[in-house]
């Protein structure tokens, strides 16, 4: 597993200092560091099992580190940490407006309504809020999940495995997923997968 | 926890099947059980050939005389009598299929049962059907022979007890129409001692001194005749003792369990599926994230399964009211045990949730588990051997569905041991299953 990041800002938001996870034998991760800018875009790579997902849950707050710390710092580091989990995490039987607003409360959003509204218009699902995720496209779906994740505009934004079922091309999510996907998209052209 | 019940509940409202089927189930439920316990057991149609002569159906015994009806009556009460002219209509009937069976009182029955006693006097049963059926006849013709038989020998008995009271106290038989009167063994003895005393020589008393003491022996012991003729009557008399508390009607008990069997499936397999949905939908490591905790979504999927179960056992209960007599005086205690056993069984539940990767898995677990829980907590003390039942004992105590059936018993009948005992196994219950439930979350991350 290797961390390729770019930094554009010098200000550390996360912070993750000799991170280890073991499950039994089997090492799933060992003594990763890193730190993480503001508007910096960050790939973790590597084969399938290397612990690209472990690594993630552990930096979302899922699973606790065997060894190592994960630190938020700057001015949002009371804010939670975005996450877009590899496979879609929300509820099939409810519609896609059900959803927003449950994770939109459930973050603590002060405004839910209108931080569903925003999502609904950023994914393109307006005219398909009041239907059950289970009769949506594989692909809306993954929108639906990735617009949960963004439904608190947090201020790190993990995301596992994102382009798992979207449309390259019609992929129309607003900033920052738009630039995040782009990101994801040219890092795969590059050949780097 | 609020938003996390809404989204439960605004997942069940999507899932019309599911509520379908949490409305009409209790209905069902309740009028089925409602019939049952009200209506009388079918009487099965049984072809009827009395071949006793009308002018022969009354046994003439000294001056009393018994019909025979009184016998056949008490047997045609437990059948649905369907008549016949003669015995090859009677097994045609049988062999058609237009009665399970057939009972054949031949002529000589009167006769028989007037001259030789019960065991030359017999009747025929032809039978038919499947096993059940056979089986539900045979019994049932069984033992209302059974009544028939002492009801008979009840009649009899008090003839010839009035037969040893003549003889002792004197009076008169009548035997083929003709009176004979009988001096009795108190005026014989009477006049033996009369005798003695008026000649008191050695001879008289050598001659009629052992008839005097056989006479004064036999008068002393004749009450022992009648208590033998009472004990034929009525050989082996049942004394019943409670030991403890109030005995449930089979009925009432019914209610209890059909109650009990309801909340124990709606609350396990509602609770199982809601906390395995979310593994199955990948959300439970969203919420994990910090935005609600474990326990908050365990209690939050317990409290709506066992809501829900206690609406639905309620009004199954209050259903089952309008058939069988139940004491509606005790509703607050029916509230009370309802609701301590709907927590019960969905907090088993949500551990059985937690232990599964999808509904279909924790479903076929929460069926595996309960239905054998539940049968054993019905398998009564004797049933089975001691060691056996010991260890039965132990596995219904780690579960909730005998605690929960003994405080719905007690709730609704007023059945012992009380429900205070009852809801307290319940709590430790709640707490244990609680702790595996939390336990087992850990996996889902």
């Known amino acids: 597993m290797s961390v390729a990041a770019s930094a554009e800002r010098a200000v550390a938001s996360l912070v993750v200092a000799g991170v280890t996870k073991s499950f039994g034998s089997r090492r799933a991760g060992h003594d990763v560091s890193f730190e993480l800018a503001r508007g910096e875009l960050l790939a973790i790579i590597g084969p399938n ?24 710092q700057g001015p949002n580091a009371d804010k939670r940490i975005g996450w877009v989990p590899q496979q879609t995490a929300i509820h099939s039987k409810l519609t896609v407006a059900q959803n927003l607003r449950l994770f939109a409360r459930l973050e603590g959003v002060e405004d839910p309504d ?3 509204e925003r999502m609904l218009e950023q994914t393109g699902l307006q005219e398909r809020a009041n239907d059950e995720l289970s009769s949506l496209s594989g692909g809306n779906r993954q929108r639906v999940n990735i617009a949960v994740g963004l439904l608190a505009d947090p201020p790190v934004l993990l995301l596992d495995e994102l382009s798992g079922a979207l449309d390259p091309n019609a992929a129309a999510l607003a900033s920052p997923s738009e630039d995040l996907e782009q990101a994801f998209v040219n890092f795969l052209r590059a050949g780097g997968h | 926890m609020r938003w996390i019940v809404l989204k439960d509940v605004q997942i069940l409202r999507r899932s019309k099947l599911l509520v379908g089927l949490l409305i009409v189930y209790p209905i069902a439920i309740a009028t089925l059980m409602g019939f049952a316990l009200s209506s009388s057991p079918e009487k099965p149609r049984v072809a009827y050939l009395n071949q006793v002569p009308p002018n022969r159906a009354t046994i003439k015994l ?66 038919n059907g499947d096993a059940l059926k056979l089986s539900l006849v045979d019994s049932t013709i069984t033992a209302k022979l059974a009544a028939a038989d002492a009801e008979l020998s009840g009649q009899i008995s008090r003839l010839a007890n009035g037969y040893i009271d003549v003889l002792l106290d004197g009076g008169a038989i009548d035997v083929l129409g003709t009176r004979f009167p009988i001096l009795g063994l108190k005026n014989s003895t009477r006049r033996i001692d009369a005798v003695l005393a008026d000649d008191p020589t050695a001879a008289t008393k050598r001659r009629l001194g052992p008839v005097s003491k056989f006479a004064h022996l036999a008068l002393a012991n004749s009450g022992r005749a009648t208590a033998v003729l009472s004990t034929v009557q009525e050989p082996v008399q049942v004394e019943r ?19 009990t069997m309801s909340l124990m499936f709606v609350c396990v397999l509602l609770a199982s599926g809601l906390v395995a949905l979310e593994r199955e939908e990948n959300t439970f490591t969203r919420l ?3 935005l609600v905790s ?39 205690l029916w509230l009370i045990a309802l609701c301590g056993s709907a ?35 019905l398998v009564p003390s004797g049933g089975v051997a001691p060691l056996l039942y010991d260890i039965i004992q132990v596995i219904s105590a780690v ?47």
């Open chain 1, 114 to 116: 209108a931080a569903v």
């Open chain 2, 343 to 377: 927590i019960a069984f969905a907090t088993l539940g949500v551990a059985i949730g937690s232990l599964a990767r999808e509904v279909r898995a924790a479903s076929l677990l929460a069926f595996g588990l309960a239905l054998p829980i539940a049968f054993l907590a």
């Open chain 2, 62 to 127: 000294g001056e009393e005389s018994i019909n025979i009806r009184t016998y056949t009556e008490e047997l045609l009460g437990a059948i649905q009598k369907v008549p016949v002219a003669n015995r090859d209509q009677a097994v045609e009937k049988v062999k058609s299929g237009g009665a399970v069976a057939a009972l054949v009182i031949p002529p000589d029955f009167a006769t028989k049962l007037s001259q030789g006693g019960f065991s030359s006097a017999r009747i025929e049963v032809i039978y």
């Open chain 2, 288 to 290: 994990a994230r910090g």
């Open chain 2, 241 to 259: 003792t409670t030991l403890s508390g109030r005995r449930t009607p089979l009925d009432a008990f019914a209610v209890a369990v059909a109650v």
């Open chain 2, 294 to 332: 474990g326990t908050h979504i365990l209690v939050a999927k317990t409290l709506l399964a066992a809501a829900c179960a206690f609406a639905v056992t309620f009004a199954m209960l209050l259903g089952v009211s309008l058939f069988v007599s139940l004491d509606l005086s005790r509703i607050g």
């Open chain 2, 399 to 445: 579960f909730p569905f005998k605690a929960a059936l003994e405080a719905i018993d007690a709730a609704v009948n007023g059945s012992s041991p009380g429900i205070l005992q009852a809801l307290a196994h319940l709590a430790v219950l709640v707490v244990a299953f609680g702790a595996a439930a939390r336990y087992g979350l850990r996996r889902f991350a």
């Open chain 1, 49 to 72: 099992g290397a612990g690209r997902t472990t690594l993630l849950t552990m930096l979302a707050g899922i699973r606790t580190p065997d060894a190592g710390v994960v630190t938020q």
